[in-house]
DNA sequence: GCCAACGTTGGC
DNA sequence: GCCAACGTTGGC
């Protein structure tokens, strides 16, 4: 039994930087999270997702922007160590190694969407009119996402 | 490339 | 603690 019901969530990436054909390319279709600077979303990650949630992996900045593929949250939380990396363009000097303020999780691609669903589609279906992605201005890069919401978009993703 | 929306920073 | 200035996001 698992500990509690499966979430849902969607998390962003620009598919210039990192798609979700290079998640699937990926060793063991598996990536770390890494470079979130928004607390809300850190505090997602790191207070609200477990091991085995489903992940819409959604491109933005693209043409055209949307869903790409399902995925999974692999690895719960744990600190993000590009934050402490001087080196990394993602580094945060005033996270405290011994208390970092960055956290991540691990997440592995499970299937491409056969259709992409674009943000287009996703603002066009009235099932999703609640849906964070599809609000006006809505800039967090990761978000709940209803059991409902996930069950809507993997149908017109065919699946 | 534009720019609206939003989050963060820092002076006071 | 307020809020103006600034930087970033991300659709278009």
Redesign the pocket.
Known sequence: MPRRATRYWLM?S?PDVFSFDDLMAAKGRRTMWDGV????ARNFMRDDMAVGDGVLF????????GVAGFAEVVREAYPDPTALDPKDPHFDP?SDPEDPRWMLVDIAGVESAPNLVS??DL?ANPKLSEMA?V???????VQPVTADEWKVVRKMAGL
Do not use: D
Request: without cysteine; proline residues 8%; positive net charge.
């Open positions: 962003k620009e600077r928004n607390y809300q959604y491109h933005s900045n693209a043409k055209p922007p005033k943000l287009e603002k992605v609000q006006r201005g809505s800039r967090l890069s």
